[in-house]
């Protein structure tokens, strides 16, 4: 059997924890660097990992790759692939370059082209090129260019991991679910702990919760690009689907709990979940954090606060953040807290003292998660 070499990619931070979990999936020859893992394995590994990974973003299978000069160097290393063997004539397809230290000028010149070359290919294959589409494409070819190196790799996700197909209804700048997942991971949440989100917006923490806790895989709402490709196994895909269905547990209350002042951006919680099928598996309730006691004698809080960008928002922050802390000491003795933030100033006006600073990137923006660990009369700094 034939052994592929993959990149998963991820948020930076979760290279060790996407490690580990590529590990728990049967892959080999583990990688990581900053923003993904490399790993080895069939073709059909990309099946199980798609389906199950919570933490990876994408699933790249690698084409090949070679040194260049110039453009004329990257159409003919990509000219030199079979893609007829990969996809179909008759279907759509992208390209997306990322480059590092890149020399050329310009990168829409090189992804023009890398479309020439595979259009090429095909039109000395078959007579025909292929369609180009640009948001919804059938296949989607990927190019990392370093300074004297080009990769090509065949997309084997589709549409980006972290969307499951399962959230409705997004408050303002939710998080990713895979960003979500990471956070519980960094945690070290088990199902059967308590956990708790007091300012759960629209519940995306919670929903990656529920999935870990019933053991239902992510990917099991979605289609994903690997069945548009020509290698595809129907079979071996719906075997793998059928043994993730098996194990999934039936829903039943756990201990995840959420919380949220705003009645809309509850509703919306409300809305994903009941959707999703998983309502009752939670228990979602309208509050002021600083007004109510924690749901449990001890246990896990991961929270995404608010944090503001315009001056009024920075000034009730600035008020809040010292209130969130009183509240943790307070009402929280016993929990440990896990709370992300992009903004660093915010969370020393807790005025505990963190255990742990974690980087995290949230996209391009670099946040922390903080590590709190609530005892009776915890000190303050």
Same mark, same amino acid.
């Given at each position: ?43 059909? *590994?990309? $099946? ?8 990876? =973003? ?26 007829? /063997? ?52 059938? &296949? ?16 084997? =996700?589709?549409? =980006? ?40 917006? /629209? ?53 995840? $709990? ?23 598996? &939670? /228990? ?67 005025? *505990? ?18 590590? $709190?660990?609530? &005892? ?6």
């Amino acid at each position: 059997m034939k052994t592929e070499q993959f990149f998963a990619t991820c948020p930076r931070g979760l290279e060790a924890l996407l490690s580990d979990e590529l590990r728990e999936l049967g892959a080999q020859q583990i990688s990581p660097t900053h923003g993904g893992v490399g790993f080895t394995g069939a073709f059909a *590994l990309c $099946y199980r990992v798609n389906l199950h990974s919570r933490l990876a =973003s994408r699933v790249l299978l690698r084409v090949g790759g070679g040194g260049y000069v110039d453009e004329q160097d990257i159409y003919d290393g990509t000219l030199s692939f079979d893609w007829p /063997s990969m996809f179909r004539v008759d279907q759509t397809f992208m390209i997306r370059v990322t480059a590092t230290r890149c020399p050329l000028h310009s990168l829409e010149f090189v992804t023009l082209r890398i479309k020439d070359a595979v259009c090429d290919r095909f039109r000395d294959a078959t007579g025909e090129r292929p369609s180009i589409d640009t948001r919804e494409p059938d &296949v989607r070819i990927h190019a990392w260019i370093t300074e004297d190196t080009c990769t090509l790799y065949l997309d084997t =996700s589709g549409a =980006s991991l972290y969307k499951r197909g399962l959230r409705k209804q997004a408050g303002i700048a939710p998080l990713n679910e895979n960003l979500a997942a990471g956070l519980l991971k960094m945690a070290g949440w088990q199902p059967g702990t308590p956990l708790f989100d007091p300012m759960c917006g /629209s519940g995306t923490i919670l929903l990656e919760a529920t999935l870990m806790a019933l053991n239902i895989a992510p990917g099991s709402f979605r289609e994903f690009g690997f069945q548009n490709l020509v290698w595809f196994d129907a079979d071996a895909w719906q075997a793998e689907r059928a043994a993730a269905e098996a194990a999934r547990m039936p829903v039943s209350p756990q201990a995840i $709990y959420g919380r949220d002042l705003f009645g809309r951006s509850l509703k919306d919680a409300e809305t994903n979940f009941a959707c999703a099928g998983l309502l009752d598996a &939670v /228990s979602l309730t309208q509050g002021n954090v600083l007004e109510s006691p924690a749901p449990a004698g001890a246990g896990l809080i991961v929270t995404n606060p608010p944090y503001g960008v315009r001056i009024g928002e920075q000034a009730e922050l600035a008020a809040f953040y010292p209130e969130l802390g009183h509240w943790l000491k307070r009402q929280c003795a016993g929990w440990t807290a896990y709370i992300l933030s992009a903004d660093m100033n915010l969370p020393k006006l807790i005025r *505990l003292q963190a255990s742990k600073r974690t980087p995290l990137y949230n996209g391009a923006l670099e946040c922390r998660v903080f590590e $709190y660990r609530i &005892v009776a009369g915890s000190a303050r700094r």
